[in-house]
């Protein structure tokens, strides 16, 4: 199957960019390695744009499609689903062409699609252990699913925890995925945060504010910094078991 998929110039040097990240511009891998010398924002992007170019190089995705990530936390599915997190990891394309036998999602706002995703990846975590369940996909190879980091698991009865994503990711591979998520209400521009990027944006945002106020921030003013709403964030800290007070004075979370 063919799918038609986005590519974006580097605003710096006209390449093709790999690795969509949102520092202020859209810049290419090496052009924003390059500007991270000189600028501690972008250093914290490095390490996510290493992942995602290892992850595209270990998929088999096309190197120059514009990818697309997200993630939701699963307790509101019910209280068994306390800790978890979907994450979801894909090539960005214009139409889902039919039939649809591809784990796939679909980003609508008030009917129109926002963003079109082939999952290449699917990912169930559970709050802060190393340990993951994942689908991985691929046009010509198919479908592997299975628990990675089990070697990393140290107490009884954490690896149980960890292959109850199984459930997940056996339900929710396309369209299913709209009722799970897609039909919350969801506005535009809600940022979603996987547990790493909000350990590694938290600190910057709290940075952020406080050189801004000259005080510790405020829980509604990080939020804000990190576009997301108040409840949201709580909800975060709350799902990742993030020390709140240790982070808005600096200290790590
Ligand atoms: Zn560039």
Same mark, same amino acid.
């Given at each position: 199957?063919?799918?038609?998929?986005?590519?974006?110039?580097?605003?710096?040097?006209?390449?093709?960019?790999?690795?969509?990240?949102?520092?202020?511009?859209?810049?290419?891998?090496?052009?924003?390695?390059?500007?991270?010398?000189?600028?501690?924002? $972008?250093?914290?992007?490095?390490?996510?744009?290493?992942?995602?170019?290892?992850?595209?190089?270990?998929?088999?995705?096309?190197?120059?499609?514009?990818?697309?990530?997200?993630?939701?936390?699963?307790?509101?599915?019910?209280?068994?689903?306390?800790?978890?997190?979907?994450?979801?990891?894909?090539?960005?394309? $214009?139409?889902?062409?039919?039939?649809?036998?591809?784990?796939?999602?679909?980003?609508?706002?008030?009917?129109?699609?926002?963003?079109?995703?082939?999952?290449?990846?699917?990912?169930?975590?559970?709050?802060?252990?190393?340990?993951?369940?994942?689908?991985?996909?691929?046009?010509?190879?198919?479908?592997?699913?299975?628990?990675?980091?089990?070697?990393?698991?140290?107490?009884?009865?954490?690896?149980?925890?960890?292959?109850?994503?199984?459930?997940?990711?056996?339900?929710?591979?396309?369209?299913?995925?709209?009722?799970?998520?897609?039909?919350?209400?969801?506005?535009?521009? %809600?940022?979603?945060? %996987?547990?790493?990027?909000?350990?590694?944006?938290?600190?910057? $945002?709290?940075? %952020?504010?406080?050189?801004?106020?000259?005080?510790?921030?405020?829980?509604?003013?990080?939020?804000?910094?990190?576009?997301?709403?108040?409840?949201?964030?709580?909800?975060?800290?709350?799902?990742?078991?993030?020390?709140?007070?240790?982070?808005?004075?600096?200290?790590?979370?």
């Amino acid at each position: 199957m063919n799918f038609e998929y986005f590519t974006d110039a580097c605003v710096a040097c006209g390449q093709p960019v790999t690795i969509a990240v949102d520092y202020p511009r859209l810049l290419c891998g090496r052009c924003l390695l390059l500007a991270a010398e000189h600028d501690p924002a $972008a250093a914290a992007q490095r390490a996510r744009v290493e992942e995602q170019l290892r992850l595209v190089a270990e998929l088999g995705m096309p190197p120059d499609g514009r990818t697309g990530r997200a993630a939701w936390p699963l307790r509101d599915l019910g209280r068994e689903w306390d800790g978890y997190v979907f994450e979801l990891f894909g090539l960005q394309v $214009a139409s889902l062409p039919t039939p649809r036998d591809y784990p796939h999602f679909r980003l609508t706002f008030e009917g129109v699609a926002e963003m079109q995703l082939v999952l290449y990846l699917r990912r169930v975590r559970y709050r802060d252990l190393p340990a993951v369940v994942e689908a991985r996909w691929h046009p010509a190879r198919g479908e592997t699913v299975l628990t990675r980091g089990v070697e990393r698991l140290r107490r009884k009865g954490d690896l149980a925890l960890v292959e109850r994503g199984y459930e997940m990711l056996q339900v929710h591979r396309g369209d299913r995925f709209r009722q799970l998520f897609d039909e919350r209400g969801r506005k535009r521009g %809600t940022a979603n945060y %996987t547990q790493e990027e909000l350990r590694e944006r938290l600190p910057l $945002a709290c940075a %952020t504010v406080a050189r801004r106020t000259g005080r510790a921030p405020t829980q509604s003013e990080v939020a804000a910094e990190l576009g997301v709403s108040t409840p949201t964030l709580k909800k975060y800290l709350a799902d990742y078991r993030v020390d709140w007070h240790a982070v808005k004075q600096g200290r790590r979370a």
